[in-house]
Structures are given as structure tokens and as C-alpha cells.
């Protein structure tokens, strides 16, 4: 059976970092392209970084460009999201998916087959 299971988050002080892990079961994650993606309430579910599988290219929103950091390690079939200088506006529910064989770094979210139960981050003084 296939799963994901996203941990890591938490309420933290704006300026604050968290590091988000996404744990495959069920298969490889390094056949997989990796999203992490996030909803607010009252918004709509954006993208916030992938990573491909194959040359692991990434992809970041413009929102975490420079503060946020995607990164996989093959040996524990884990991805991570190192968010850094966190803002009140990263309060989100964070997803991780997982879209087989895609070789580009693309956050649409309907590429992703396989999706996990979310982690909520909550950033706030």
C-alpha cells in the first residue's frame, strides 16, 4: 500500500524554522516526483516546492523563494521542506505528493497521484 506521511510541523515565532519530512511506504520515492503543497483556510491549495525525480531539478512558489528548501534523501525514502525565516502567512496546512516518473519540477497539483494526511504549521507571535 502506498502512503505518505508528512511530520514535523508545529506552531513556531515568526522568524522561526521548521523542517517538514515527507515518509514514503510503498514504494520508492526516488521514482517519484515530490510536491509539498499548502492550504489556508479560505484559500486555495497553491504549491510550494517540488522536486523531480531523475536530476532532482526544484521548484519553489515566489512566496519561499530564498527561505524555504526542498531536499530528498533516497536512503531514508524521505523529502524534506527546511522552511526558514517563517511569516504569519505560511500558517497553512502542508502536503506532501508524490507524481511517478515526472522528470520536470512542477507544482500542479493534478500531476500528484498519491497524497498525505497534511501537517499543520502555524506561525504566529
Known amino acids: 500500500q502506498l502512503q505518505l506521511v508528512e511530520s514535523g510541523g508545529g506552531l513556531v515565532q515568526p522568524g522561526g524554522s521548521l523542517r517538514l519530512s515527507c515518509a514514503a511506504s510503498?514504494?520508492?520515492?526516488?521514482?517519484?516526483?515530490i510536491g509539498w503543497f499548502r492550504q489556508a483556510p479560505g484559500k486555495e491549495r497553491e504549491g510550494v516546492s517540488c522536486i523531480s525525480t531523475g536530476l532532482d531539478t526544484t521548484s519553489y512558489a515566489d512566496s519561499v523563494k530564498g527561505r524555504f528548501t526542498i531536499s530528498r534523501d533516497n536512503t531514508k525514502n524521505t523529502v524534506y521542506l527546511q522552511m526558514n525565516s517563517l511569516k504569519p502567512e505560511d500558517t497553512a496546512v502542508y502536503y506532501c505528493a508524490a507524481a511517478p516518473f515526472l522528470h520536470q519540477a512542477m507544482c500542479v497539483s493534478s500531476l500528484y497521484n498519491y497524497w498525505g494526511q497534511g501537517t499543520q504549521v502555524t506561525v504566529s507571535s
Open positions: 510503498g514504494f520508492t520515492l526516488d521514482d517519484y516526483a
